[in-house]
């Protein structure tokens, strides 16, 4: 019975390994920030209704606006790091009245602008920049 031990050793470390291992790929699997951000806007770029907003601030990175749904006031923001080659270099051009479209379920799940869409005024002149 002595000499049991170390094999049971040996089958609970193999165990620990094998879930350590199992965990890991998991963890590489999840997507990036980035792209369940990108993710998220193509499903309300998709998906969305568009309503009237006003973007009251934005800088190089972020947008600040506010719109209404139902009664029911939003103030919202969205990271633009990433889709700085739809927008114009000078961020104060952003503030203003703008379109955009949220989730139907979820009313404060909205975008601005994404990929594929534009909810600025004025949009064909921003594409080219």
């Known amino acids: 019975m002595a000499s049991d031990w170390p094999l049971t050793g040996l089958a609970v470390a193999a165990a620990l390994l094998a879930i350590a291992v199992i965990l890991w790929l998991i963890a590489a699997r999840r997507p990036s920030p ?4 990108k993710r998220r806007r193509t499903l309300v770029n998709r ?6 907003g006003v973007v009251v601030e934005a800088n190089a990175t972020s947008l600040f606006y506010t719109y209404s749904v ?3 006031g939003y103030h919202a923001s969205q990271d633009i790091s990433h889709l700085s080659e739809y927008l114009p270099d000078e961020a104060s051009k952003l503030v203003g009245p703008v379109w ?14 994404c990929e594929g869409w ?11 920049k």
């Open 118 to 128: 534009s909810g600025f005024r004025g949009w064909k002149e921003m594409e080219t």
């Open 100 to 113: 955009l479209k949220y989730a139907p379920r979820n009313p404060a799940n909205s975008i601005v602008v």
């Open 70 to 72: 139902g009664g029911v």
């Open 34 to 37: 980035e792209k369940r951000e």
């Open 47 to 52: 998906v969305g209704r568009l309503t009237d």
